[in-house]
């Protein structure tokens, strides 16, 4: 029998044992409806799932589009993301075990789930009270970084669970592993393992050494904290802790780490033309890749343009524009605009433009409002609202001026749109006072693309006036009508043409020095001399619509006027269609088109089709080509081409001048080479009293073509079959008479040289007399 004092206490056990069953069955019981809480959120949040099973076959990121001068060199990258994409086989494996080291070295154990480290995280966050870390495994990254978006809540984590799970179910490792590679963030916009290696070391993959492959590996963890461009002793310490992992993880030896740990950290240069040295050529590039993958796979990007651009050449040509165009500023005292502080600016105040301004072209705007602490002017055109930094105009604002000593309210400025407005954003605009212009180098024989310059400055979605701009070229275009003449065969370099004042159809042509006539002059004086009136009157006994065609058979594709006025370069053409009309001359007697873009590769290496280019074919002889040539030689050699002279080589070229000196040209070549610039301002306005082609344009001509011609030794032009020399007398054309002092020698194509000899001055001409009739 139990005593009153053991009741209680058995008592007391039994509650125990009761409030223990109790907590049990609450444990299991909140246990199952935690498990079915969590079932229903894998089954609510796995609905219409993203399908995974397409990423390894339809994996296409948006890639960088390089563009490439003819060396390899780097014209412009071309993106919506920095990236290319590499092929897993082509990843060395220290690069991999650097990766797994950093992020999750169990990856090739794990079946794309960490559920220690999600546990770890799971007690952080509770901690911290928000989502502050994940856990997450490689799979998972791939996850977040392709299928889903990147905001932390529940339902993307649960989502990331279950695709990460299916994702391991359909890819193998390698395939899982090859998509982080290629689309993890590595700071500073650059995305993939490939453009992080060309971007911090200038190297592909394939190239890096461990101590590299760990800095990278490192990175993507924080990419602002950890990129060497922004905190380099940070990008060392991240390094140094991924090769501690290397050889704690048992994927690198201690002598390995080590030896990494020496290596200095040399990064790559970063480029410093950000717009580029040729933004012409990319815009033409970007063009062709367009017709020829479509918009959509070009904007994807991925691929390689190889261009015929020599890189070099391309900053010299734009170098030389430049300091030529800064020299016309000087002479005519062109500053802020066209209110320029000159008596004859103060005579001729623009006009405002009334028409709503394009991107890249050019304008009068009024200027609102100057502010010199920030060096800004505000300008409004065709009721547009513009923003000018002057900082950037130091073609027209010396940094020693202030703002406002320049400018004031009301002056009107000519301004080049760059981007339009948006909402209330104004529009970016350049200051566009001086005149602007292009200048074109082509490879004589194969028309290859050397240099191309659209404008004084470098701009990103500029008008490009070596390939756009339809200019008047006055006796620049003069060549190809004494070339046609001379295809007749009734003409030659000893032809007696008349510089007398004749009228043509009520239009009466004037020579550039309206007050003199020379006479009787032989044809290559008067292309020499460029004589207006020799040239109407050649082209009238040539026939307009003949030298027409013949101008569209040497390449001329502009729409041509069929008027003697043609004579004088009435026709609107393209500095790089006359350039390529020479480059005949140049390469005796071949046309074909000129040649920019050489080649296109995808992603994997493929070459694209390029548009099916015309095959060089012979238009005129090589002794017509050899002919002209060598009166074009006598431009330079004592002719308008004079200065041309300095070069110190064989040079065979033509001035150019329009009326009003509203366009100035100089087109020439070597053996070689074929150049062409043109000077002008946009909106025709002449370039000031003494502009010439001469004077603006060959000097800019001169410096390119030495520049190229550097290296080159100097040669002349080869004289080929079907050329033959005669002693002439250089007042009459025909053949010098024994003893002749004054006679000189010329060259004819074969069968055209004089067959009458010029008579001595002391023997009468029997024609004279007057026969007498008895």
Request: contains cysteine.
């Amino acid at each position: 029998m139990r005593t009153r004092v053991e009741q209680p206490k058995a008592k007391r056990q039994k509650r125990r044992r009761s409030w223990l069953v109790r907590f049990i069955q609450a444990v299991f019981f909140l246990t199952l409806c935690g498990a079915l809480s969590l079932a229903g959120l894998f089954v609510y949040y796995g609905r219409d799932l993203p399908d995974v099973s397409a990423l390894s076959s339809a994996y296409r990121p948006y890639q960088t589009t390089r563009i490439l001068a003819r060396d390899g060199e780097v014209l412009a990258e071309i993106f919506e993301e920095r990236r290319t994409v590499v092929p897993f086989e082509d990843v060395p494996e220290r690069v991999l075990k650097a990766v797994l080291a950093a992020e999750d070295a169990d990856f090739y154990r794990h079946e794309g789930l960490d559920y220690a480290g999600m546990v770890r995280a799971l007690l952080v966050n509770l901690r911290e009270g928000s989502f502050t870390q994940g856990g997450s495994t490689i799979t998972q990254q791939v996850v977040k970084n392709l299928l889903l978006t990147p905001e932390r809540t529940i339902e993307r984590k649960v989502k990331e669970v279950l695709l990460a799970r299916k994702l391991e179910q359909s890819l193998s490792k390698d395939e899982i592993l090859f998509l982080w590679l290629n689309q993890v963030n590595f700071g500073d916009g650059r995305y993939g393992i490939q453009e992080a290696a060309r971007y911090y070391f200038g190297k592909d993959v394939g190239e890096l050494s461990l101590g590299q492959a760990a800095l990278l590996a490192g990175i993507p963890k924080a990419p602002s904290h950890y990129s060497p461009r922004h905190d380099l002793e940070a990008a060392r310490e991240r390094r140094d802790w991924v090769l501690g992992e290397m050889v704690r993880k048992g994927l690198a030896d201690d002598e390995q780490a080590a030896s990494a740990r020496q290596e200095g950290v040399r990064l790559a240069p970063e480029r410093t033309e950000e717009l580029g040295c040729a933004p012409e050529v990319v815009a033409i590039a970007q063009k062709v890749l367009r017709e020829r993958v479509g918009a959509e796979a070009a904007r994807r990007g991925g691929f390689t343009i190889e261009t015929a651009i020599d890189a070099g050449l391309q900053r010299v040509a734009r170098r030389s524009l430049q300091e030529g165009l800064r020299e016309l500023d000087a002479r005519h005292g062109y500053a802020l605009g066209a209110a320029t502080k000159t008596k004859r600016a103060a005579r001729s105040r623009p006009a405002l433009t009334r028409t709503a301004p394009r991107v890249g072209h050019t304008a009068v705007a009024e200027v609102t409002r100057v502010d010199d602490d920030q060096r800004l002017a505000r300008v409004r055109v065709a009721g547009v609202e513009g923003l000018v930094r002057l900082d950037r105009e130091s073609r027209y604002v010396p940094a020693s001026k202030r703002a406002s000593e320049l400018l004031r309210p009301s002056d009107r400025v000519r301004v080049t749109m760059q981007n339009a407005a948006h909402g209330v954003e104004p529009a970016r605009m350049r200051l566009a006072g001086g005149p602007e212009g292009a200048a074109v180098l082509l490879d004589a024989r194969t028309r290859e693309v050397l240099a191309l310059v659209g404008g004084y400055e470098a701009m990103p979605l500029g008008f490009d006036r070596a390939t756009s701009a339809a200019r008047q070229p006055g006796s620049a275009f003069k060549p190809i009508i004494y070339s046609a003449a001379l295809n007749t065969r009734r003409f030659t370099p000893a032809t007696i043409l008349y510089d007398t004042p004749e009228v043509f159809e009520r239009w009466r042509p004037r020579n550039f020095e309206s007050w003199e006539y020379r006479g009787p002059v032989r044809l290559r004086e008067a292309l020499a001399q460029s004589i207006n009136i020799a040239a109407v009157k050649l082209l009238s006994e040539v026939g307009v619509e003949s030298a027409v065609a013949y101008a569209h058979a040497l390449g001329i594709e502009s729409e041509l006027t069929q008027t003697l006025s043609l004579a004088l370069g009435a026709s609107e053409v393209s500095p790089i269609e006359l350039a390529n009309a020479y480059g005949v001359f140049a390469s005796g007697g071949m046309s074909q088109p000129e040649l920019l873009v050489t080649k296109i590769r995808d992603s994997r290496g493929r070459e694209i089709g390029l548009p099916p280019r015309r095959p060089a074919q012979r238009v005129i002889g090589q002794d017509e080509a050899y002919l002209l040539t060598s009166l074009l030689t006598s431009v330079v050699d004592h002719g308008t081409g004079r200065a041309a002279r300095r070069l110190g080589r064989p040079v065979a070229g033509k001035t150019g001048t329009s009326n009003d000196a509203r366009d100035a040209w100089f087109v020439g070549y070597t053996p070689d080479l074929v150049a062409c610039v043109w000077v002008g301002f946009d909106d025709h306005s002449p370039l000031g009293p003494g502009e010439s082609g001469a004077k603006s344009a060959l000097p800019i001509w001169v410096e390119l073509v030495a520049a190229a011609e550097a290296s080159h030794p100097a040669a002349s032009f080869a004289v080929p079959a079907g050329i033959v020399t005669a002693r002439i007398d250089p007042a009459s054309g025909l053949l010098a008479y024994e003893g002749l002092a004054t006679a000189i020698t010329e060259q004819f194509l074969d069968g055209t040289e004089p067959a009458e000899t010029a008579r001595p001055p002391d023997v009468i001409d029997p024609g004279s007399f007057l026969l007498e009739e008895l």
